[in-house]
């Protein structure tokens, strides 16, 4: 199992922001994403960052950590915009980026540049149609199409990412739609749990979800004749009902990791500390986590 981190993009890079990047790759975490929206949630009114600039700062001052988005969306993304920077990225880090990709929501992105949100069809419309485009852009020095949703003419994406053919997709699924486009095009699967348990459902009935949508990404893989165990397989924590058991402490955070590894999760994420907010945590124990979590998990 792998052990990642988000770092939101909150703080100033001249307070805080940089260091945040320096400490994630010195305490030993796989990858570093981070958000990739216009605003979010409860820090709608605060400080928020965007996601590209902020991760070719962070590519430029570490050397090995991987770096991602987690996830970026058609809400307010074009693929032929989204590849150029993509690539200019995957080139600063020397290809040590993963793009982390999902349909998006409701959220404050959906209505930022002046359109009414997308109904769940209609974001798995352009879901369908942003990630195929997506994955030739990144993978053909020249591309044209001309679809119901996105259109390129002649877009150049040369010299194309260091990582070959492209750097990676983690996809971001639980409908039929979405798990098979992860199953085609992913080399990673995302979930959050399901969300129709987070407030009133248990955390065993959450294990049972999570275990019924890998199972579906099974079925999406061995309909194309391809092995779901080629794809890494991504919890991204604090939207299950345990919400922030993870952080509480080493062994709550082996625990949990431990029932997610029996099903099949092959990298947890954890949300960096932010003081007075959602994901509020002991720094102490978010340290430990890092150093020794997976270690005291194969013990």
């Known amino acids: 199992m792998r052990l990642s981190t988000v770092i939101l993009p909150v703080r100033r890079w001249s307070e805080g922001g940089r260091d945040q990047w320096l400490r994630a790759e010195s305490l030993g975490f796989h990858t570093a994403y981070t958000y990739d929206h216009l605003s979010w949630r409860s820090f709608r009114e605060k ?32 693929p032929v915009t989204l590849a150029k920077e993509l690539i200019t990225l995957d080139d600063v880090s020397g290809g040590r980026v993963t793009l982390g990709i999902g349909a998006g929501g409701n959220g404050f992105d959906a209505t930022t540049l002046g359109q009414e949100p997308w109904t769940p069809r209609e974001r798995a419309d352009h879901f369908g149609e942003f990630v195929p485009l997506l ?11 001309d679809g119901t949703h996105y259109s390129a ?45 987070f407030e009133a459902g248990t955390p065993e009935q959450s294990l049972e979800a999570i275990a019924g949508q890998i199972g ?70 978010f340290e430990q986590i890092a150093t020794e979590g997976l270690a005291q998990l194969a013990g």
Request: overall charge negative; some cysteine; charged content about 25%.
């Open 47 to 78: 400080t928020w960052f965007g996601a590209v600039p902020t991760l070719t700062a962070a590519a430029a001052v570490t050397s090995r950590l991987r770096l991602g988005t987690l996830v970026t969306s058609p809400n307010f993304r074009h």
């Open 135 to 145: 994955d030739r852009l990144l993978s053909e020095d020249s591309v044209s199409y």
């Open 153 to 197: 003419v002649e877009a150049r994406n040369i010299p194309g990412c260091v990582q070959r053919p492209r750097l990676p997709f983690a996809v971001a699924a639980t409908g039929p739609r979405g798990l098979k486009l992860a199953a085609r095009h992913g080399q990673a699967w995302v979930t959050t749990g399901d969300p129709k348990l």
């Open 216 to 285: 579906k990404l099974g079925a999406a893989c061995e309909e194309i004749g391809r092995d779901v165990e080629e794809l890494d397989k991504i919890l991204l924590t604090g939207f299950t009902p345990d919400r922030g058991r993870p952080l509480e402490s080493l062994d709550a955070f082996v625990d949990f990791a431990g029932r997610h590894f029996v099903l099949g999760i092959t990298e947890i994420v954890v949300h960096a500390p932010i003081a007075d907010s959602d994901f509020a945590a002991d720094e102490k124990v």
